[in-house]
């Protein structure tokens, strides 16, 4: 059965803080995402993440990123990750993430990282080394259709949540040779990890079969950087405590709903990530 995403759903998925809370119970979200070619991508998820409530948000940022670390928002603590010739530092990488991941409840990987031959062992060793739960979009999907079916039914175990757009799903699937019009439901079974498939609407895929529909969003927001704000709501989500699943739908319903509003008041045809993000500081969850 299909179901939809709810307001009184979504409401009873928030993460509750009481008075004992502190920054490292609020959940900490690590995140490798962004590169020179795509600063935005790192700015916007980081920001979203940090918005959603986690306590912190750690960013493993390359070099080539260091001169731009004024527009990554002032609540993010970066770790820097050395270069040589436009390649990242494995050890350097991997040294900063085993540090960082220890503090950490979730990981963010892949918006904006890019498709170099060398990331997919850097992928591989991070996915390998956490049991922290993890959302991979973007760059990080197609990375992962190199890495291979059997890597993904080995480490998700349920702890997965992959955030493709149609492009990336049917490029995952042509990965692992499967038929393309092949039930994402099938596969998340399958593969032990939730799948968000964006599109309008948006559905959502649990390990156990469940599928959950989004009642929220338009058009507009089919713009460059919406989805990378996404997958930083829900990491952001996933460090505080709520499952993949929950995370997922919470996301997608908060964003959709912020791009409904903008246009109801607006007017206009088109929202820019950015936007949402400010919508979603002042209104975030409304009837
Ligand atoms: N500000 C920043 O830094 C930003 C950074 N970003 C980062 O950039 C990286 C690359 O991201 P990307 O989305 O451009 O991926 P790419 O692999 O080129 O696939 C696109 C191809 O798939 C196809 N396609 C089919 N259906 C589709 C659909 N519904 N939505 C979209 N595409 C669809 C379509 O081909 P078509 O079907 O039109 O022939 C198209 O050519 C990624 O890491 C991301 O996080 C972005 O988030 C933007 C803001
Ligand atoms: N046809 C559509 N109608 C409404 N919303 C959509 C549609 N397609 C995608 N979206 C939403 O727009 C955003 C764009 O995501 P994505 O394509 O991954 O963007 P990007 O990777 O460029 O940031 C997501 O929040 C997604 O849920």
Redesign the pocket.
Known sequence: MIQPITYQFVQGCFPKRDSAAHKYKNGFVTTFV?SF??????R?CCHAAAQAGAGGVYALLPESLWPLIGSIPAEVIPYMIKEHDGVLSIVDSVENFLVIKEKSSAILL?????RHASLSNLLKSMLSMTELPCVI????L?ILGQLGENFLIQHSHGRWLLTP????W??LLKSFEYNPALSPQELAAKWGCTILL??FPSHIYTVDGQIYVNTTGNPAA?T??C??VL?GLIAGYLAQGLSPDQSACVGIYLAGQAADRLVATTRRHSVM?TEILAELATNQLTK
Not at 37 to 42: I, K, L, R
Not at 110 to 114: N, V
Not at 137 to 140: K, T
């Open positions: 962004g070619q795509y600063p935005g991508a790192a916007l892949g918006p904006g990282i890019g979009d973007g760059d990080g197609s757009h149609q492009g990336e049917q490029q964006k599109g089919t460059a950087g989805g990378d997958a990530a």
